[in-house]
């Protein structure tokens, strides 16, 4: 690992910098999620309660490989920023890291964004990912009377 590559806490609080910019500023994430959440929102039609799991739709599997292949390309990004020679070594580290900060408290933003960021490699946690964002939509447009 190059000397210039954060260690520790410090990489622990970079990659998460780095990981909220992406889904709050990144105009290609946030594109990503305004085109698709319609696709999720029909769970949530009733006022208050989510209607009982339905099965997943076909599209959520293509939806997950396009948000995968969109998150891959910003982990590399990231990972050359902070100094990495490619993702492969820049998640083992990130593992290690975690893994030996057992019992490390991370802020609710951190926690929230490592999530997200473990749904580009998990599809389950991709649809809950998306669910839960297509009901806040869903509860913000009810909130404002447009729905």
Do not use: C, W
């Not at 799991?53 to 982990?75: A, P």
């Not at 492969?88 to 926690?111: A, D, P, V």
């Amino acid at each position: 690992m190059p000397p210039s590559t954060p260690e520790g806490t410090e990489l622990v609080r970079k990659v998460a910098y780095h990981f909220e910019e992406i889904f709050t500023d990144d105009e290609d994430v946030i594109m990503f999620f305004t085109n698709n959440l319609e696709h999720f929102e029909d769970e949530f039609e009733e006022e208050g309660k989510q209607s009982e799991e339905k099965e997943h739709k076909m599209i959520y599997t293509d939806l997950y490989s396009e948000f995968e292949k969109l998150m891959e390309e910003k982990i590399s990004d990231v990972a050359e920023k902070l100094g990495f020679d490619d993702a492969t070594e820049f998640f083992s580290t990130l593992q290690e890291t975690l893994n030996e900060k057992e019992g490390y408290e991370q802020g609710e933003r951190e926690q929230a964004t490592f999530d997200a960021v473990v749904a580009s490699y998990d599809y389950e946690k991709f649809v809950a990912l998306m669910r839960g964002k297509a009901k806040g939509k869903m509860a913000m447009a009810r909130a404002f009377g447009a729905a």
